[in-house]
């Protein structure tokens, strides 16, 4: 099954690093991790994708655990605009597989 | 903006009639999905196109839903006998195929409410 755990909600300081957990325990070895996030009423956008190694571009971080069965995003300072729900997601086949997601509040 | 979008944004209808929802994708990519998201959740993936030809459908499309994609464009997604459980989000992304792994871009959505 191709789930993925994360927490409900999150809370971050604007301006401080926002590290947002992800736990994909059932992941193979060829599968990606995909981050999204969604403001409200938008489609999902694109933040960042790995497989093994870390990653870094202009919006967010990716750290993925040395056995791949965890992942933390990290946007390293959070602005309000960063307010949203975050999915952590399996690229399986052809599909994505969503869960909840977790809702970043970033307070000022 | 070269990016995915969709047609209506918005639509309002009355239980039991039909409507119909486009997706134009980003030009170059030959791969296009439809999901559908509801109040409080991720989205769920419905159906997904390569170029024409529809591979793979989820058990959550009934045989009143009908998605074509007739020259490997843009994509229509049509519900038949529309029901209060069909409001939704219904959101349309797409992917290049000749990557390894395929990076969904998404469109900003149709809001479907049935009264």
Known sequence: ?108 | DTGVSQDPRHKITKRGQNVTFRCDPISEHNRLYWYRQTLGQGPEFLTYFQNEAQLEKSRLLSDRFSAERPKGSFSTLEIQRTEQGDSAMYLCASSLARRAHGTQYFGPGTRLTVL
Not at chain 1, 94 to 106: A, D, I, P, R
Request: with cysteine; charged share 15%.
């Open chain 1, 1 to 108: 099954d191709a789930k993925t755990t994360q927490p409900t909600s999150m809370d971050c300081a604007e301006g401080r690093a926002a590290n947002l957990p992800c736990n994909h325990s059932t992941i193979s070895g060829n599968e990606y991790v995909y981050w999204y996030r969604q403001i409200h009423s938008q489609g999902p956008q694109y933040i960042i994708h790995g497989l093994k190694n870390n990653e870094t571009n202009e919006m967010a971080s990716l750290i993925i655990t040395e056995d791949r069965k965890s992942s933390t995003l990290i946007l390293p300072h959070a602005t309000l605009r960063d307010t949203a729900v975050y999915y952590c997601i399996f690229h399986r086949g052809n599909q994505f597989y969503f869960g909840t997601g977790t809702s970043l509040t970033v307070i000022p």
